[in-house]
């Protein structure tokens, strides 16, 4: 759960990074860092990852439960 937080909050920090840098007028027109942008897919692919083990890990406790 923590590690998906932080995933969650790393993805906003990033996303927040393009808006602001989308508002510079010499880089509005190039659009969003690549750097950037294969950070929130990389992020977003963790937190799916995260989510999926969470959901086994929810399941398997219910078997023994």
Do not use: F, W
Request: aromatic share 2%.
């Amino acid at each position: 759960m923590a590690l998906e937080r932080k995933a969650r909050m790393e993805v906003d920090d990033l996303r927040q990074q393009l808006q602001s840098r989308g508002l510079d007028a010499d880089r509005k027109h190039r659009g969003p860092d690549e750097d950037t942008l294969r950070k929130i897919r990389r992020l977003e692919d963790t937190i799916a990852e995260l989510q999926k083990n969470l959901a086994a890990q929810k399941q398997v406790c219910k078997i023994y439960i």
